[in-house]
């Protein structure tokens, strides 16, 4: 089953039902708060991905 195109995380999360929604916005919350300064939140392979950007 192929997804559409997110255009960004949150509107991945906002595609989700209700329970995975709950659990993948607590993982996230996790990460977004332990994540180090630099590094971006975006769409890689059609999820949710953290990256250090090659260019600013």
Known sequence: M??????????FVDALSED???ALIAVR???LENLPDGYEETIQHGMPTHVIPLAT
């Open 2 to 11: 192929t997804q559409p195109e997110q255009q960004s995380a949150n509107d």
């Open 20 to 22: 995975q929604r709950t």
């Open 29 to 31: 919350n996790v990460i």
